[in-house]
T-cell receptor, first 113, second 115 residues
Framework: NAGVTQTPKFRILKIGQSMTLQCTQD?????MYWYRQDPGMGLKLIYY???????DKGEVPNGYNVSRSTTEDFPLRLELAAPSQTSVYFC????????????FGPGTRLTVL | AQKITQTQPGMFVQEKEAVTLDCTYDTSDPSYGLFWYKQPSSGEMIFLIY??????QNATEGRYSLNFQKARKSANLVISASQLGDSAMYFC????????????FGSGTRLQVQP
């Protein structure tokens, strides 16, 4: 199993550009999450999904959109990038069993100039 | 709302000694999970240890143990016999027992192990 994969690993955007961060998991997990980590801080929840076709906002959703058409994929869309979106983005998945941790992808480091 | 507090921005420890990283939490949910993750300089999030709110015994995983004091709402991580490779950021996190099951993270503690 590859676990949770994210692409790209690094990206530099200009202000106003758009992009999609890809996230795929091969563990058949129902729950998937997007977090962002600003320098020197903990992770904050952007969006989450409890299954295919079901998504909802987390604590910091402004400027982002998500979709979940399959169990495996949970892309994060940035529209009109702003410098405040410079961050490291982590995708995670979770099977729903109380005694399992969330499995994190390697992260995408995004810089908006 | 759930909240995690880590009051130690940075800690130093000598190699082979034990160190305790503090974590306090606040929640009104009777069912929750507490986690510790390690983030080395390479950036990935590495799961270390989990404690359920109904677990009677403190969790242990190798050199890691979680000192769970429910009445005090604390979940401190104890690392025994520190190694140079333990130098990293450490995050305490809490998962809601129902609903979205997302993690709420603390601000982290940077641990530096000195030879």
């Amino acid at each position: 199993n590859a676990g949770v994969t994210q692409t790209p690993k690094f990206r530099i955007l200009k202000i106003g550009q758009s992009m999609t961060l890809q996230c795929t998991q091969d563990m058949n997990h129902n729950y998937m999450y997007w977090y962002r980590q600003d320098p020197g801080m903990g992770l904050k929840l952007i969006y989450y999904s409890v299954g295919a076709g079901i998504t909802d906002k987390g604590e910091v959703p402004n400027g982002y959109n998500v979709s979940r058409s399959t169990t495996e994929d949970f892309p994060l869309r940035l529209e009109l990038a702003a410098p405040s979106q410079t961050s490291v983005y982590f995708c995670a998945s979770y099977p729903g069993n109380s005694y399992n941790e969330q499995f994190f992808g390697p992260g995408t480091r995004l810089t908006v100039l | 709302a759930q909240k995690i507090t880590q009051t130690q921005p940075g800690m130093f420890v000598q190699e082979k000694e034990a160190v305790t990283l503090d974590c306090t939490y606040d929640t009104s949910d009777p069912s929750y999970g507490l986690f510790w993750y390690k983030q080395p300089s390479s950036g990935e999030m590495i799961f270390l240890i989990y404690q359920g709110s109904y677990d009677q015994q403190n969790a242990t995983e190798g050199r890691y143990s979680l000192n769970f004091q429910k009445a005090r709402k604390s979940a401190n991580l104890v690392i025994s016999a520190s190694q140079l490779g333990d130098s990293a950021m450490y995050f305490c996190a809490m998962r809601e027992g129902t609903g979205r099951r997302a993690l709420t993270f603390g601000s982290g503690t940077r641990l530096q192990v000195q030879p």
